[in-house]
Each structure stands twice: as C-alpha cells, then as structure tokens.
C-alpha cells in the first residue's frame, strides 16, 4: 500500500488533470444535453485550438493567453458555422455523431498536413511552476486550468439559470413547441450554444497547447474518457461536467497510485456503465 | 372583433382534423368550443396559438394576418396559451416556468409587477415557487400553467382543456380564475370537454363535432338544441 | 427460356465469380494483390457482420472492434501460447464474442431507454474496458503476441494466398449468411424491429430473442475475422486491435453502402478500401483518409439510406415502375352481400376480471370486469382519461397488468409477453397508424400474417397478404411504401395487417379519427364486412353516431371502472351516463 502522502498527491494530481476531462466535457454537454447534437469533433477542434496556440508561441513568441483571445473567438465561429449544417439538413442526434466523427477525421488530417504528426512540445516557464502545500505539489498551470474551468462552468450555470437566454434554452430543450408559444426563438438561440461550445473547446485547446504533448492522433484519447464525463455528469450540466470530469481524474490517479497505471481506462467505464444499468433515465 | 378566423382548415401531416372552421372572439369576451374527444378542438386552438399551420383560411388577430407571422411571434402579438396536459418545463423551478412566459421584451418590462399579480391569484405558488414544475400536483401544475400565460400581459389567453384531470372542487376553481382573467381585461378562447362548466362561465359558445362547427350561439339557447346531445352521445 | 437465362444469369455470374477469386492464388500474383484483396474481403466480412444486428435491427453499435479484438486475441492466445493449431482456434474465436453479446444482450435488451445513441455509447465502453482487461492480464501482459511461430496451414501455394484463401471463405460465408438472414423470418423480423420495435413485438415479433440472435451472429463473425486478422498482422498489440477505426470504418462502409441491405455494407467496404489503398499505395493515405470522411459527409447529407438504395430508386424510375403518387380520392369499399348482422354467440371469447393498472401514483384501471362474445361488436367508450387505451394496450400485452386477470377463448394472457398474445389471436390497430415505414404495404402485412398467424408456406402466406390488402381496398398499393399512401390508406393498413394475422379478437383503437366523412361511411362499412368474417371485436372510439350504429353492445368506462354495458340506445340514454359525459345537470 502507498503511503498517505503519495495517496494524498495521486489525488491531488487526479484532481487537477481531471479538470481538463471536465473542460472537455462541458461544450460536448452544452449541445448534447440542450439541442440533442453529439459532436464528435469537439476534440479535434480543441486540438485545432491547441496547434494554433502552439504555433503563434513558438513561431510568433506571442503569449499563450493572447492567442487564446483570438483562437476563442476564431472556435465560436466555427461552431456556428457547423451548427448551419445541421440545421440546414435537420440532422438528428444519430446523424450529428457520424457527420461530426467525419469532421473530426477531415481536421486531424489537416492538422497532420500542416504540423506533420511528429510530436509537438511548447515549451513554457508555466510548465514547470508549482505551489507547495504541505508535504505536496501543486502545479500551477493544471491550477490555472482548474479555476478557468470552475469559472466557466459556474459562469455557464448561472447564465443557464438565472439569464432569460439561458432559461429560454433549457425550456426550449424540455418543450420547443411551448417555447416558442412563449415567443423563444430556438433556432437563434441554438447557434449561439453551438458556438459557446466550440468556444469552450478553444479554452480547453489553450490549455491542452501548454500541458501536453501535440500528436495528431492524440484527439482521440480523451474520446472516451470524456463522453462518459459528459454522461456522469449528466447532460446539460456545466457543474455536473466539471466534478464528473475531477471524480474521474482522482479515481484514475487512485487506480494508477494503488493499482498499477494501465488499469485507469476501467475507471470511468466501469463507473459508466454502472450508472446506466443502475439507472437508464440517468440521461 | 379582436379575433377572426375564417374557413381554417387544420391538420397534421395529411390527417385533416378541422374543416372549414369559422370563429369570433371579441375583446373581452368568453368564448367556448365544447365538443367530444377527438372532434378536433385542441388542434383548432393549437392553430389559433401558431403551433399548427392552419392549411387553408384567414387568421386576424386585431387586423394583423396570423398566417404570416412566425411561430414564435404569435406571443409578442398578445396571445398566450395554457395547453392540454399544461406542458410545464418539469425539471424548472415554478417561478422559472412564469418568467419564460414573459421572456419576450415587452412582458419583461413588466416582470415584477406580473408576478405579483400571479402570486395574488394562487398564494401556494409563491410557497412553492423554487420547486421544479414537474413535482407539483396537477391542480398546482394548471395554476402554474395559467400564470405562466398571464406573464405574457396577453390580450387573449387560450385555454386548452383546463378541468382535464382535476378534482372536482379544483375545477370549479380553475372556472372562477377564467372568470377572473376576462374580468382583469383579456379575452378568453376556451376549449371544453366539461359542458356545463365551459357554458356556464361562457359569453358565447360553439359546438364542434369531428372537425365542424356543428351548432353555435348564446349558452342558454345550446342546451335546448340537441347538438350537443348528439354530438356527445350519439343518441 | 429467355426468361428463366436472365434470371439464372445473377446466380451464374455469382459462381463463375466466386470460383475466380477461389482459384485466384493459383496464379501467384505478387503478394501485394493477395493482401490488398484480402482486406477488401476482411472489411466486407466485418461490416456486413455488423450490419445483421446495427443495420438491419437499428441498434448502432460502435462496440465491434470489441468481439473482433476478442477474436483476435483468442486465436492469439491458444495458437501461440498453447500450441492449438490454427484452424482450431477459429471456432472458438467465433464462440467467445458471441457469448459475450449474448450475455451484455440478456443485459441491455431489457432495458427500452438504451436505445440509440445510448447503446452506441454503451458498446463503445464496453470496447474499453475488455481492452484494458486484456491489457492489464496475462492475455496481453502489455507486451504484444508474436504469431510468427504459429505455423499456418499450406492451403494456398504461399502464405499470402493462403491467408487471402481463409479471408474470402470467411467473406463469401459472412454475405450468406447476411443473404439468408434478410430473407428469413429473422430477417423480416429485425426489420420490424428497425421500424418500430413495439409494434414488431404486438404483431407477435419475438424481438427480444431476435435481437440477442442478431447481436450473437454479428459478434461471432466478427471474431472469427479477427482470429484469421490475427494471423494476417503477426502481431497483437492492444492499441493495434481494440482501435477506434474499426467501428468507425465499418459503420462508415456500411452507412455508404446502405445498412439495410444484405450487400450494401459490402459495396461500402470494397468502394472505401479500395481507396484508401489506392492513396495510401500513391504515398496520399492522409488525403484519402480525408477524402473518405468528407464522402461520409455527403453521404448523411443527401444519401442518408445509402447507395444501394439510392441506385434501387434511380433504377425503379428508369424502368418506369416507379410508385405512382398516391390518389386522392376515396376507393369505396365494395358492400358485402352477406348477412349485416350475424348472431352473436353465447361462448365468452375474452374474460376480463378485476383488471387493473397502475402508473405511478395514477390508477388508469381500477378493477375491470367486462365479457365479450363470440361474433360481437364492442364499443368502448368514456371520457378522456377513463383508461380505454389503457384497457387495450393491457389486453395486447404493450402494458403488464398490476393485478387482475385476462383470458382469451379460456387461456390467462395478463402476464404473457405481447408477442405470444398476438399469436393467440389478439391482434390490434393503433390510432395513429404505425406502419414499418420502410416496408411496402406487402411486406407489412406479411409480416402480420408471418408472426401473427398460424405456421404456414411462404406462397399461402404470400396469397392471405393480398388477400386483405384487397379486402381493405388497397389494391394496386401492394409494392407503396407507407409514406406514399394518404392516411386513410395508412388506417386501412392497419386493418389489413391486423386481419392478416387471423385473429380471434380485434383490437381497434379509433379506427375513424382524422377521416372525413366520406371516409367514415367507408371504414364503417369496412369494419361491418370485417365482422361479417366472424372475427370478434372490441372498437374504441369518439365519434359516437358511429359507436351506436356499429355496437351491438356498448361499454362505459368511467374513471378506470366499467360503469355501463349493454344495448347502444339504451346505454347511452342512462341518466348515469349521460351525467358522466355532460354533467348532472343537463341528465336531470
């Protein structure tokens, strides 16, 4: 068995990195959960986000917090742009999964077009900067991540809740008929959603630039892992997103601690499945 | 007349439901369709709040031609619905379901004061006001359902079915609450199953029977015709 | 004999076909063609084995890269670890995914919420978590398996053709089996399912058992690809097999091609494969690998069915055969010279006792007696909310009953599944048609008269189908497709799949709602000819004058309870229910 202080770290730790799970997972849950649109390509366009980020660093030497300011608004764009296909062919939730799965393949070849799939580092003084607290470390950059997500997701929440837009939404997503009897114009709405979610992706992307390692195959590792977030945390839940995507990381970063690393993809599935068998209204 | 419909024809898909259809509500005035199940009454009012296209006819309301405003634009134009079944949005809060009913500008201007006038009218609501929708008891749940559409600071407020599965004490209550909204200056558009009830509370009144008005005139005149006899009973 | 030549020509081609590329190895062309058709046959076998469960019944799994992995590594392990040889590991491999989607099947069938997008996610995690048992296992140890010391069987003069021969085996198998699955009665039946599952099962579609029969051959073939997949890579590693792109490609061949046919998945795969080996030979596979998701792209925007069916349309319309718009006007049902009124007979055909329903806090039966004879006409009628429906769907099975008990011709049936009950000879329509929408109007009331009846030949089958498709005036209609017929004729469809099955007792859930009146005089004759055939009938229904002059005995419910039976004028003059319908005041 570990020792306490190890436990106390691989928690710490799991924590932190699950935050990015729950950055992930928030505009994946936005759309899935209020407009029936799984979006596969959140991923790839968070990757997109991260290169660009990369990019403008090491070729530009412009702050990773000013591209961000760009790379954002540049991903909300997008996001509208490919909610019109949607709505232009009224595609369902089925449709929305394989028509993003192939916009997601186009983008990761793209990117291996322009950035080669060797694996790209941006190197940062960021990186290496950590608090100490206690017998533990806390690395400041995974913190930074954690506040902006914990920001977003309860700036999200309370525009959801307490703003006439955000209530709008979620009536619209219950009944759109009635909603629009109350004179809601979803349509309108649904592209503004679809590109606060793409928004998100190029938050997280920023923060993927800085943390890890870019390889265009990557997109699809945290496929899995996050879409069973966006599930335990339950859809259209920015909160909910945020604690799933932490209670994945610390139990993934238990399972590595106390287990060996390899048994930490089980986690969130065995979790996963659990909670749908335990109960399928879950969603 | 502050609504005109003309010859409405109205269906889903190509299952027609109405035919020809002609109906008059004046300011401030209560009028009722009573007719049996499935004679077409909810698609007719459904058409009259803009979640149905009407196929073929002339929808005025005040003057303006409803065939060609939008959907969502039927509320800015002053006329709420309180649908069949009520249609909350269960998982919101109450006091959420009545601010989406003044969700657009002109009512929101106005939202304290509605809600007031809300919380006025069913005192329990105020109670249960931070309570999802959806775990309030179906009497509550039509209150919820009538305040959510005098949110909207409506010029007509039409009621689809309103007594439909309520105690019966609740439903004598949820009439005197219709009464009270003409007096407060709307008209009323009611659609009925309970025939005594919609007549009783009613100005006028008409009888639909599979899809055509089949009868129509003052209350007292109704009851002494056999329409609704036949159209209810068959006999 | 021209005729029959052109008829035997496909089966001809097909032989003459499947014996060239049997024989193809013989002439030892450069390995490169060995392999490179090899895959074209592994991705036919793979998608077309996904297609028997996702395509024809419409549960999308995005799990298959499980069974086949599961394949692979069983191979794997009994011929490198253990010395099996090869050939014997097949089966096996084949064995083991199938129990494992027979035993998630026991598991997720039950449940009606996990359908859609919710089963894809679910199989997708399934796919994790074997591949990270494996992983973290002796299975794997996290090392890879060599295959090089297998030693593989000299059926072909070199290894790559002897490889390609086990892949075409495998291929030519998995597309007859495709092709006897889609022209069977697991076939018609996982169609059904497709289209509308609940209706599948009241029209006596066992889908439970065809679903997990669907998900058990797909699994298996899928393993047994990659037992002979394990030998064509050499080397196993988890990431190599449990990898994204095999679901993704096999619904991307399949969704291209067209899921719902036995070959589609087919043209899909060899149309892809053969690209992306075109790009990937040119030194271009990331452009082809973009090519191929922007072909999925303009695939679910303008081809969502596929091109199989696609081509099937443009063909139909060349030839001129194409579906004439629907008409109109109403045909009338011809008058039925037998007697109107046939004697009601004394036996009970349907016995109801104290049935009730509960749905959560709401009590829609309450305790509900009612008898029905022999040869009668039964109009069901009560206010909204008095449990009508709800009285049909428990006798149809759609609802199990909370308490009570029900009887047809004798036999308890309150807590039989629906598609046992609907082969006891109950059989129902719904009040807004429900179709199988991809199915003609032949197909459709074949499939009733195949469930719901009693066993027959396919050609008297066949010749009972059109026989009510006939009687209900839909002649002429036989080869439409339900979207193609108005809803007059989507209601006499109904009738005609109801009647296909021969029932005892018909269930008929306001048959006259949304016709007009000419078409109400006509289904009102229709349901008096029906009766004249001796079938039983229970009818719900609004429109009154209808109810008065079809019943011989009407039935109130009020408020979950049965409040009056008997003669039509008499009923509906009870001052009781009158009240019911129009308050106490006016019955006074």
Redesign the interface.
């Given at each position: 068995m570990p020792s306490a202080t190890l436990l106390g770290q691989a928690l710490i730790s799991g924590v932190l990195a699950g935050g990015l799970y729950g950055l992930l997972a928030m505009g994946l849950s936005l759309s899935w959960g209020l407009l029936r649109l799984?979006n596969l390509s959140h991923f790839a366009l968070a990757f997109l986000a991260a290169y660009i980020v990369y990019e403008l660093g090491t070729d530009y030497h412009i702050e990773p917090w000013w591209s961000a300011a760009m790379v954002v608004p540049a991903m909300f764009a997008i996001g509208t742009a490919q909610h019109w296909?949607f709505d232009r062919?009224k595609?369902n939730?089925?449709?929305s999964?394989?028509?993003t799965?192939?916009?997601?393949?186009?983008l990761?070849?793209?990117i291996?077009?322009y950035w080669t799939a060797d694996f790209r580092r941006y190197e940062t003084e960021y990186a290496t900067r950590s608090i100490k607290a206690g017998p533990f470390y806390i690395p400041v950059l995974e913190l930074t991540l954690c506040i902006v997500a914990a920001v977003l997701a309860c700036g999200t929440w309370v525009w959801l809740?307490r703003t006439?837009v955000g209530?709008?939404l979620?009536?619209a997503a219950?009944?759109p008929?009635?909603?629009?009897?109350?004179?809601?114009?979803?349509k309108k709405l649904a592209y503004l959603l679809s590109g606060i979610g793409a928004a998100y992706a190029g938050v997280a992307g920023t923060f993927i630039a800085l943390i890890a390692t870019l390889a265009p195959a990557q997109i699809?590792t945290y496929?899995?892992v996050v879409?069973?977030v966006v599930?335990i945390g339950r859809l259209g839940n920015p909160i909910g997103a945020l604690l799933a995507g932490m209670l994945i990381g610390a139990s993934e970063s238990l399972a590595q601690a106390v287990l060996?690393p390899?048994?930490s993809?089980?986690v969130s599935?065995?979790v996963?499945?659990v909670i749908?068998?335990w109960d399928?209204?879950w969603? | 007349m502050l609504l005109e419909a003309r010859n409405l024809h109205i269906g889903y898909g190509d299952a027609s439901a109405v035919w020809d259809v002609s109906l008059d509500v004046a300011a401030g005035e209560i009028v009722s369709v009573i007719g049996p199940n499935g004679a077409g009454k909810t698609t007719l009012i459904n058409a009259v709040a803009g979640l149905l296209r009407c196929r073929r006819g002339d929808l005025h309301f005040d003057g303006v031609d409803m065939n060609r405003v939008k959907s969502h634009d039927y509320c800015g134009h002053g006329i709420a619905l309180v649908p069949e079944g009520r249609r909350l949005f269960v998982k919101m809060t109450v006091e959420e379901n009545l601010e989406l009913g003044c969700y657009l500008a002109s009512a929101r201007a106005a939202r304290a004061a509605s809600l007031e006038r809300v919380y006025g009218l069913f005192p329990i609501l105020r109670d249960k006001r931070r309570q999802p929708a959806g775990e309030l008891s179906g009497g509550q749940q039509q209150m919820v359902a009538i305040g959510r559409a005098l949110m909207a600071r409506p010029r007509i407020v039409l009621f689809d079915e309103p007594s439909l599965g309520l105690a019966p004490t609740v439903v004598d209550d949820m009439f005197d609450i219709i009464a009270k909204v003409r007096d407060d200056g709307a008209a009323v558009l009611l659609v009925e199953q309970n025939v005594l009830k919609a007549l009783d509370v009613a100005d006028r009144a008409y009888v639909l029977e599979q899809g055509r008005i089949v009868a129509q005139g003052l209350p007292g005149d109704l009851l002494k015709q056999p329409h609704i006899r036949e159209a209810y009973l068959g006999v | 004999m021209v005729v029959t030549a052109s008829r035997d020509l496909p089966k001809l081609a097909a032989v003459i076909g499947i014996g060239v590329f049997a024989l193809l190895p013989m002439a030892r062309l450069p390995a490169f063609y060995d392999s490179f058709l090899y895959l074209v046959f592994f991705w036919i076998s793979l998608s077309t084995s996904w297609t028997l469960l996702s395509g024809f019944a419409g549960y999308f799994s995005l799990g298959h890269a499980a069974f086949f992995g599961v394949g692979m590594y069983a191979t794997a392990v009994m011929s490198a670890k253990f010395g099996v040889p090869f050939l014997f590991t097949l089966p096996v491999a084949a064995a083991i995914p199938a129990l494992l989607a027979v035993g998630i099947g026991a598991i997720v069938f039950r449940l009606r919420r996990l359908r859609g997008e919710l089963f894809a996610l679910l199989t997708l995690a399934v796919t994790f978590v074997i591949a990270t048992i494996i992983l973290n296992t002796p299975i794997d140890g996290g090392g890879g398996i060599f295959m090089s010391a297998v030693p593989l069987p000299a059926i072909m003069p070199t290894p790559t053709g002897s490889i390609y021969a086990l892949g075409f085996v495998l291929c030519v198998s998995t597309l007859a089996i495709a092709w006897k699955v889609a022209h069977s009665r697991l076939g018609m039946g996982l169609f059904a399912i497709h289209d509308d599952e609940d209706v599948a099962e009241a029209k006596g579609v066992p889908t439970f058992r065809y679903k997990i029969i669907a998900f058990a051959l797909s699994a298996g073939i899928a393993g047994a690809v990659g037992g002979v997949h394990a030998m064509y890579v050499g080397f196993l590693t988890v990431s190599g097999t449990f990898d994204l792109t095999v679901p993704l490609y096999v619904v991307l061949m399949s969704v291209i091609g067209g899921s719902r046919s036995w070959f589609g998945p087919a043209i899909g795969a060899a149309f892809i494969t053969t690209l992306l080996y075109a790009f990937i030979s040119g030194g271009e596979a990331l452009v082809g690998r973009a090519l191929v998701g922007l072909i999925l792209v303009v695939a679910i925007l303008w081809l969502p069915d596929g091109v199989v069916p696609a081509v099937k349309k443009w063909l139909a319309r060349w030839r001129g055969v194409t579906a004439k718009p629907p008409q109109a006007g109403v045909v009338p049902i011809e008058p039925v010279s037998l007697p109107i009124s046939r004697p009601v007979g004394d036996r009970v055909l349907l016995q109801v006792r104290g049935a009730s329903k509960r749905f959560g806090g709401l009590q829609a039966l309450a305790g509900v007696d009612l008898d029905v004879h022999e040869g009668e006409i039964l109009g069901l009628v009560g206010p909204n909310g008095s449990g009508k429906t709800t009285l049909i769907n428990v006798i149809s099975g759609f609802y199990p009953l909370s308490g009570g008990t029900i009887a047809v011709d004798g036999v308890e049936i309150g807590h039989v599944p629906a598609h046992e009950i609907a082969r006891r000879g109950v059989a129902r329509t719904y009040q807004i048609p429900r179709p199988f929408v991809n199915m003609t109007v032949l197909e459709n009331v074949t499939l009733a008269a195949t469930f719901g009846g009693p066993a027959r030949p396919g050609a008297e089958i066949r010749a009972e189908a059109l026989h009510w498709i006939a009687f209900t005036g839909l002649a002429g209609k036989e080869d439409v497709l339900p979207a193609g017929l108005n809803l007059h004729e989507r209601k006499f469809l109904e009738l005609a799949r109801a009647l296909a099955a021969k029932p005892k007792l018909l269930l008929l859930d306001e048959v006259l709602s949304g016709l007009n009146p000419a078409e109400v005089d006509n289904a009102i004759r229709l349901v008096r000819a029906i009766r004249a055939q001796g079938a039983t009938i229970v009818f719900v229904e609004h429109l009154m004058r209808a109810v008065v002059e079809l019943s011989d005995r009407i039935a109130v419910l009020n408020e979950g309870r049965l409040f009056a039976l008997g003669a039509p004028r008499e009923v509906m003059r009870d001052p009781g229910v009158v009240s019911i319908y129009l308050g106490k005041a006016y019955a006074a």
């Open positions: 799984v296909l062919f595609v939730e089925l449709g999964l394989l028509m799965f192939s916009f997601a393949i186009i990761e070849v793209a291996q077009l809740r006439y209530k709008a979620r009536a219950e009944d008929d009635i909603a629009a009897a109350y004179g809601v114009n979803h699809w496929l899995g879409f069973a599930i060996s390899a048994w993809p089980v599935f065995s996963l499945i749908l068998l399928p209204e969603l | - | -």
